[in-house]
């Protein structure tokens, strides 16, 4: 496993295409480069690589899951996502299974939910048995939140996150696991994890809330000095778009609009362009083949530092997911 003290801490991020590394700061902001993202990973910090476009399938119905899961996969990617608490693990397996990917080019995440923070294995091995994919690829804790396996509405004051983490590093011993990770993880949480004698291994990824309208500069700097890499989800606003100020979703904001425009893309694909270029890798959601196919359709164009800025300047800020019903406060605004 790697300590802390052996994990390379990086000050930028790094991403591979076709085995090889760039300094992604100098290749994509200073020199726009078309790309192939639809190859492209990032390296974490373990020595593997993650796919940089994944499919998220958090509210995707189980009896839905498996044909965008195995369409996706049948038409180019190679990262999905998914957790215990989106009860959709048995058919997200059932959709890898079905189609014909070879296991080993699949980078598989999933998550432990709030309720097993004081189960740590078991809760391993019900992803492991419901997913029946041999093993995972990332296994990521969802929340610094334990609760009450008997009542979600109750935190469990004996038992924080740190231990939790101390469990799930043991994991890494077992060989059905590559990666463990964090997810809603802010400065203060990390702060603390790393700052624990406890903590051997820093985490390979933080999946957090990233898009034009919730930008966590101070988050994403933070990860990035300590080696971590972030991963985007509600990359492209989620349904609350720009609800707000009631101005429509967050693909309609007038800057994104007209970057899309200029480029002949949709709104989507700059949003998504907009976040790659950032360096964190994204999860777009989707049950519609059309949709799935064109959130991947990413390759050989990027956007120009002025196009990034002008969607980085969309003032308008909201988050897709929020913390009130959980039993302790999580999101502190404190990355921004």
Request: proline share 5%; hydrophobic share 40%; net charge negative.
């Amino acid at each position: 496993m790697s300590t802390i003290s052996s994990v390379p801490q990086r000050t930028g991020c790094l991403w591979t295409v076709f085995g090889l590394r760039f300094h992604l700061a100098k290749l994509v902001f200073d020199h726009p480069t078309p790309i192939m993202m639809s190859k492209t990973s990032f390296a974490l910090n373990n020595g593997l690589a993650i796919p940089a476009v994944g499919l998220g399938t958090w509210q995707s119905k189980p009896n839905e899951v498996n044909e965008a899961v195995k369409y996706a996969l049948q038409n180019g990617y190679r990262h999905i996502d998914t957790a215990l608490n989106y009860g959709n693990e048995k058919e997200v397996g059932e959709g890898i299974r079905a189609s014909g990917v070879p296991r080993e080019e699949i980078w598989v995440t999933t998550k432990l939910d709030n309720p097993w923070h004081k189960r740590v294995a078991e809760g391993f091995a019900k992803s492991m048995s419901d997913l029946d994919i041999g093993y995972i690829d990332l296994f990521l804790m969802h929340f610094p939140c334990s609760t009450d396996p008997e009542d979600s509405t109750k935190h469990l004051p004996d038992w924080d996150y740190v231990k939790t983490w101390q469990e799930m590093q043991k994991l890494l011993d077992m060989g059905k696991v590559k990666a463990i990770g964090v997810s809603n993880f802010q400065v203060r949480h990390l702060e603390k994890l790393l700052a624990d004698p406890s903590c051997k291994v820093v985490p390979a990824v933080n999946q957090i809330e990233l898009h034009p309208s919730n930008q966590s500069p101070k988050l994403l700097e933070f990860c990035s000095s300590k080696g971590i890499h972030c991963t985007a989800y509600s990359c492209l606003g989620g349904t609350a778009g720009s609800a707000i100020n009631n101005s429509g979703t967050l693909l309609e904001e007038q800057a994104i609009v007209e970057v899309a425009t200029a480029k002949g893309k949709t709104p989507q694909q700059v949003v998504l362009m907009w976040g790659l270029q950032r360096g964190t890798s994204i999860i777009p959601k989707s049950i519609t083949p059309s949709r799935i196919a064109q959130n991947f359709e990413l390759d050989g164009w990027a956007l120009t530092s002025e196009e990034a800025d002008k969607i980085s300047g969309v003032t308008t800020r909201f988050k897709v997911v929020g913390d009130s019903w959980m039993p302790i406060k999580v999101f502190f605004g404190d990355d921004e």
